[in-house]
């Protein structure tokens, strides 16, 4: 059986639509349902979209025994055309739900990624990155005329092309990486073992679910604990499973209830990570700016303090307008810090030291007990 599928029409009714608290799995039409959901309210997207993998008959391997591959109506359309169409149906559903800052992230396979991301392009979503995704454990290429097909590839987008302020967590993937920058290819393997969710006959209960290796990577590197997820094609519910667990909310469409029904069930049995474990990684950057001078407001240090550093090779001293002097020449802490090394850039913060009772204290370690106070307020 070959389906041709368009998506909703575009007058579809848009009814309102209320956030479920934790999550929500919906049966239906991906388009029809995303459009009752409110126009720029979604923080982040997962699409697992069908593949189109124009299978032609069946697939055997050498000792003639029968692949289990894709081979589900859900994944056949009666042309290019019409998976196309289809294509243009959901990410204009999609990119309407997005917030300005929300992001997509869009899976395929050599069969449809190419066609999907220049349907994204001619929408106006602005591509940020592809990631490929190299599998440890592939399916081999049973017939010896190809390349194994080791690999996916997974489209990061922006809304378009001015998005300014999307998430992503820069600091905590590189902090997790031995404090190297995270890179665009990535080797998880395969779903499988216990993670694989089967029936009572003991089969797939889908045929292309993804390892949560993949999403939580996904989740964790473009979004926050709180923020809205929507996965157009549910499937078996690992963009929820994952969601829940790190504690971000979820809806999620599928047409075919019985993927919705396991899902439910595999969702509701995660339990959600301690909040301690998902806490925002606050950078230098995101940190609320504090001058140097309101350390001398405060009391902690005085003018006419002395700063060192670490060796006490250079010393300076702390003025009442909270610029600091060493000899004749008077700056900022990062400028006379640069003076004092002969260098042309300093950061002060981490180079001077004030002494007290107990011995020296970084001036950094100050800021960060008002930083403290005001992330407590």
């Not at 919906?26 to 720029?40: F, N, Q, R, T």
């Not at 929300?102 to 990624?113: E, L």
């Not at 309101?294 to 303090?305: D, H, K, V, Y």
Request: aromatic share 8%; with cysteine.
């Amino acid at each position: 059986m070959v389906v041709s599928r368009r998506g909703a029409s575009a007058k579809a009714p848009r009814t309102q639509f209320e956030y479920p608290s934790e999550h929500e799995i919906i049966v239906g039409d991906c388009v029809a349902e995303m459009s009752k959901l409110p126009a720029k309210s979604v923080d982040l997207i997962f699409a697992d979209p069908p593949y189109n993998l124009q299978l032609k008959g069946s697939l055997k391997r050498p000792d003639e025994s029968q692949v289990d591959a894709v081979d589900d109506d859900w994944d056949k359309f009666s042309s290019f055309a019409a998976y196309d169409d289809f294509t243009r149906a959901w990410l204009l559903a999609a990119r309407r739900i997005m917030k300005p800052s929300a992001t997509i992230w869009v899976i395929g396979s050599y069969h449809n990624i190419f066609r999907v991301g220049a349907m994204m392009q001619d929408l106006g979503f602005w591509l940020l990155n592809d990631i490929v995704w190299r599998k440890t454990n592939p399916m081999p290429n049973f017939r010896g005329r190809r390349f194994t097909n080791a690999h996916e590839t997974m489209i990061w987008a922006a809304r378009d092309e001015n998005a300014k302020g999307y998430t992503f967590n820069y600091e905590t993937l590189k902090a997790a990486n031995e404090d190297v920058q995270a890179r665009s290819d990535w080797l998880i393997p395969l779903c499988t073992g216990d993670e694989r969710l089967k029936g009572a006959d003991g089969k797939k209960v889908h045929p292309t679910q993804k390892p949560e290796q993949l999403l939580a990577r996904v989740l964790l590197s473009s979004s926050k604990p709180g923020d809205l997820v929507v996965d157009p094609f549910n499937g078996t519910g690992t963009t929820g499973a994952v969601a829940k667990r790190l504690r971000r909310r979820y809806v999620g469409f599928e047409r075919d209830s019985t993927y919705a029904e396991a899902a439910r069930a595999r969702i509701d049995a995660v339990e959600p990570l301690p909040e301690d474990t998902l806490k925002p990684f606050v950078t230098a950057r995101d940190a609320p700016r504090v001058a140097f001078s309101e350390l001398i407001e405060r009391g902690m240090i005085s003018p006419g303090a002395r700063l060192v550093d670490s060796k006490k090779r250079h010393g300076a001293l702390v003025r009442a307008d909270g610029a600091i002097m060493l000899g004749d020449k008077v700056g900022s802490i990062h400028r006379i810090g640069a003076v004092a090394q002969g260098s042309e850039a300093c950061n002060g913060w981490t180079f001077w030291h004030v002494e007290t009772a107990k011995g020296l204290r970084l001036i950094d370690e100050l800021r960060a007990e008002i930083r403290s106070e005001m992330a407590a307020g």
